[in-house]
């Protein structure tokens, strides 16, 4: 939406832990479907962050960024 309706020139799909596949087919979809031949990977940054949760435990998720750009 933000390339076709904003006219993003670039963006990045951000997800951390169990909603990483769901990122990874979202950008698929749009290069080989939606936007195909229009757009590309730029980048793609992996990670983890460490937060304490509700029961007061140390937890590592981790995270994905994705950097896609116009061609």
Wanted: avoid cysteine.
């Amino acid at each position: 939406m933000q390339f076709t309706t904003q006219g993003a020139k670039s963006l990045v799909v951000k997800a951390r832990g169990k909603f990483i596949s769901r990122a990874v087919d979202i950008v698929e979809v749009v290069r080989n479907r939606f936007l195909a031949d229009q757009v590309t990977v730029k980048d793609i940054q992996v990670g983890s962050e460490q937060f304490e949760n509700k029961e007061g435990k140390q937890v590592r998720v981790s995270t994905i960024e994705i950097s896609l750009a116009k061609k």
